[in-house]
């Protein structure tokens, strides 16, 4: 499984579930602003095992971050990346 830990540090309330997220950037992707103010564009994908599904996004400055579904809701994913950002504001547009 390429996301065993889940999530790390704070979380926000959620709006969706994973679920409904993956169905809204899949298989087209979506376009939205981070709470923060950054242009964001997410997709859907699965990890390279092609067991987890995950939302992977990616900003103009090159950084990226993914979310599974153990670390839906989380501002820290499985991988160490600060995402809650650019998660909550993709929930906020789900």
């Known amino acids: ?3 065993p830990n889940g999530g790390k540090g704070n979380t926000f309330q959620i709006g969706h ?3 409904e997220a993956y169905e809204h950037v899949w298989p087209q992707g ?4 981070s709470t923060t103010g950054e242009q964001i564009y997410a997709t859907g994908s699965l990890t390279r095992d092609s067991t ?3 939302i992977v996004f ?6 990226h971050g993914s ?3 153990t670390s839906w809701g989380f ?8 995402i809650g950002q650019w998660a909550e ?3 906020q547009s789900v």
């Open 67 to 69: 979310a599974c579904k």
């Open 1 to 3: 499984m390429g996301h």
């Open 58 to 63: 990616m900003c103009e400055q090159n950084r």
């Open 75 to 82: 501002r820290i994913d499985c991988s160490g990346s600060r």
């Open 89 to 91: 504001a993709l929930d």
């Open 30 to 33: 979506v376009s939205f602003l």
């Open 17 to 19: 579930s994973f679920d």
């Open 52 to 54: 987890t599904e995950t």
